[in-house]
């Protein structure tokens, strides 16, 4: 759920279905959050505010569709396991799926 793909992993290793960018959050965001858990409030608001676009909006209503019938894995780089995108796109799934 990065834009960047995560160091020291190959895709032959990882073996993911999709990588969506697009839903990623912005590079500007990402480097201003810069996994900072006294930013992860402003980071989440900001980020859905990212996500509210056409496009994204219809990435993430793919996503909860496959959530709500399967498994959906949210593969992300960040060492900080509560304070990462792939936190909020949970989230944001979750709300979609009911």
């Known amino acids: 759920m990065d834009r960047l793909w ?8 990882l073996q993911v279905a999709a990588w969506l960018k697009e839903i990623a ?4 965001l990402r480097r201003w959050f810069s996994h900072d858990p006294n ?3 402003q980071f989440r608001e900001r980020y ?5 676009g056409d496009r994204q909006q219809a990435l993430l209503r793919a996503l ?3 959530a ?4 959906v894995t949210l593969v992300y780089g960040a060492r900080d396991e509560r304070h990462n995108n792939a936190v ?3 989230g944001v799934i979750q709300e979609m799926t009911g």
């Open 6 to 13: 995560p160091r020291g992993v190959s895709r032959e290793e």
């Open 68 to 71: 709500a019938t399967g498994t």
């Open 64 to 66: 909860a569709e496959r």
């Open 88 to 90: 909020v796109l949970m």
């Open 48 to 52: 859905r505010q990212e996500l509210g």
């Open 25 to 28: 959050s912005s590079d500007d």
């Open 39 to 41: 930013r992860w409030p």
